[in-house]
T-cell receptor, first 114, second 112 residues
């Protein structure tokens, strides 16, 4: 097991374009989380899944953002019509149980919107 | 609203000495607290946690103290080592939700 894997590591896009990120969690983990981190801030919760069910979404997740976990394994996070304010590190994490179980984070996808 | 606050953006400590990182929170519903460490170009890694029913948890060189009345927790690292140089995030969760609320982080530098 190589831990939580995220792809791509870096993404540069022009404003208005759509982007999609992928996260592969640790295989036996049924919970998967997406966080966003901007410079000088801590990670901010976006959404999480238990198996394929999306159980909670932050108000930070505007209608331009959509996340899926179709078979309860990997997850994708899509941002439509990107804006410069979307530039951030997008972190994926997984765990075996609820948030009082430690989260295992991937290395993140750094998005730059020009 | 910043529910978890780390008021010291940076801390510099000599190798072998104690490092004390502080964290304050405002939400009295938080019942579980964690510390994560982050190196550049990597995701945060779990360090140590504490439940609100305890006031201290120790794991090797790392000890977390919780003062519920003051809504304050601290992470002690002793002795500090150069490899401890990283950004440390305090995080909290409440029993009725499964998301972690993170502080803004404290950059620790341990020098020889």
């Amino acid at each position: 097991d190589t831990g939580v894997s995220q792809d791509p590591r870096h993404k540069i896009t022009k404003r208005g374009q759509n982007v999609t990120f992928r996260c592969d969690p640790i295989s036996e983990h049924n919970r998967l989380y997406w966080y966003r981190q901007t410079l000088g801030q801590g990670p901010e919760f976006l959404t999480y899944f238990q198996n394929e069910a999306q159980l909670e979404k932050s108000r930070l997740l505007s209608d331009r953002f959509s996340a899926e976990r179709p078979k309860g394994s990997f997850s994708t996070l899509e941002i439509q019509r990107t804006e410069q304010g979307d530039s951030a590190m997008y972190l994926c994490a997984s765990s075996e149980g609820p948030s009082n179980e430690k989260l295992f984070f991937g290395s993140g996808t750094q998005l730059s919107v020009l | 609203d910043q529910q978890v606050k780390q008021n010291s953006p940076s801390l510099s400590v000599q190798e072998g000495r104690i490092s004390i990182l502080n964290c304050d929170y405002t939400n009295s519903m938080f019942d579980y607290f964690l510390w994560y460490k982050k190196y550049p170009a990597e995701g945060p890694t779990f360090l140590i946690s504490i439940s609100s029913i305890k006031d201290k948890n120790e794991d090797g060189r790392f000890t977390v103290f919780l003062n519920k009345s003051a809504k304050h927790l601290s992470l002690h690292i002793v002795p500090s080592q150069p490899g401890d140089s990283a950004v440390y995030f305090c995080a909290a969760s409440a029993g009725n939700t499964d998301k972690l609320i993170f502080g803004t982080g404290t950059r620790l530098q341990v020098f020889p």
